[in-house]
C-alpha cells in the first residue's frame, strides 16, 4: 500500500507529460538545426525533466498537507499511507536525480533544472496562499519543458514562442481550477477569481486563450514554421480551448478543465509534427 502511495505522490502522467515536452521541445529545436541527433542527451533530458516534475508534485503535497486533510483527504499523506517526513525525503532523492541527471547536458539545462527546483519549493513552502501568483509557477514549469529540450540543440527561435503559449494555456487551465476550488479555498488560499471575480476570471482566461491561440498561428505564416500538419492541429487545438472557455463562462469548470488538458496535449502533438 506504500509503495501505491508513493508512486501516487508524484502524479505520473504529469511527469509522463513533462518528459514529452521535453521530447517535443528537442525536434522543434532540431528541426532544420544541421546536426547530429543525440538520443542519448534527449533520453537523459526527458528523465530529468520526468523526476524533477515528481519532485515538485511530491513537494507541493508536503506543504499543502493540511488543506488537503480538509478538502483530500485520500491522497497519501492525509489519508496516512505515507508519513510528511517521508514525503519530504523522498521529493529530495527526487530533486537530486533530476538535477545531477541534468548534469550531464548543457549549461542552459543545468541553470533551468536548478532554477526549477528552487521555484517549485519555494512556491510550495511560500507561495500556495497566494494562488494568483502560483498559477505562472505551474504554468512556466510545463512551458519550460519545451524549451529544457530546446537547450540540447542551443536554438530557441521558434520554441520560444511556442513555449509562451503553452504557459498562457496553462495559466488559463489553473485559474479555471480555482474558480471552481473558491469554496474550498476560502480562508486557505488567495486566487485569482477571489480577488477579482468570477467574471474577471472568466475574460482573463478566454484572452490567455486567443493569444495562446494566436502563437502557433503566428509561427506557421510569418515565422515560416510547420507543416500542414502543425496547421491542422493548431486549428483544432484552438477549437478545444474556444470550447473549454464556453465550458468556463457556462460554470461547467470540471469539462473546461478537461477540454483544457486535451487541448494543450494536441497542440503539442502539433509542435511535434511540425518540427518534420
Do not use: H
Not at 505551474?138 to 509562451?164: H, K
Amino acid at each position: 500500500m506504500q509503495i501505491k502511495a508513493f508512486f501516487e505522490l508524484i502524479r505520473p502522467l504529469n511527469c509522463l507529460m513533462a518528459a514529452f515536452g521535453v521530447f517535443v521541445g528537442y525536434f522543434i529545436a532540431f528541426s532544420g538545426a544541421g546536426i547530429v541527433f543525440s538520443e542519448t542527451q534527449l533520453i537523459i533530458a526527458m528523465l530529468a525533466a520526468f523526476f524533477v516534475c515528481a519532485a515538485g508534485q511530491t513537494i507541493n503535497d508536503v506543504f499543502d498537507s493540511e488543506i488537503d486533510a480538509r478538502i483530500r483527504p485520500k491522497k497519501p499523506i492525509p489519508s496516512k499511507r505515507i508519513t510528511k517526513d517521508s514525503a519530504f525525503w523522498y521529493s529530495i532523492g527526487l530533486f537530486a536525480i533530476g538535477n545531477i541527471l541534468a548534469l550531464f547536458l548543457m549549461p542552459a539545462s543545468i541553470v533551468i533544472s536548478i532554477s526549477f527546483t528552487v521555484l517549485l519549493i519555494v512556491y510550495s513552502a511560500k507561495m500556495q496562499k497566494t494562488k494568483f501568483l502560483g498559477n505562472w509557477i505551474v504554468g512556466l514549469g510545463t512551458a519550460f519543458t519545451l524549451v529544457f529540450g530546446a537547450t540540447i540543440i542551443g536554438n530557441y527561435n521558434i520554441v520560444l514562442f511556442l513555449a509562451a503559449a503553452a504557459l498562457l494555456a496553462n495559466v488559463a487551465r489553473e485559474i479555471i481550477k480555482d474558480t471552481e476550488d473558491i469554496d474550498a479555498d476560502k480562508g486557505l488560499k488567495v486566487s485569482l477569481p477571489m480577488v477579482a471575480g468570477k467574471q474577471f476570471a472568466k475574460a482573463f482566461v478566454f484572452a490567455l486563450y486567443i493569444v495562446a491561440i494566436i502563437l502557433p498561428l503566428f509561427v506557421f505564416f510569418a515565422l515560416k514554421f510547420g507543416n500542414i500538419l502543425f496547421l491542422v492541429f493548431a486549428i483544432v487545438s484552438a477549437a478545444i480551448f474556444l470550447y473549454s472557455g464556453k465550458m468556463f463562462f457556462d460554470g461547467k469548470n470540471d469539462k473546461a478543465q478537461l477540454f483544457s488538458k486535451i487541448g494543450m496535449l494536441i497542440a503539442l502533438i502539433g509542435f511535434f509534427a511540425g518540427a518534420f
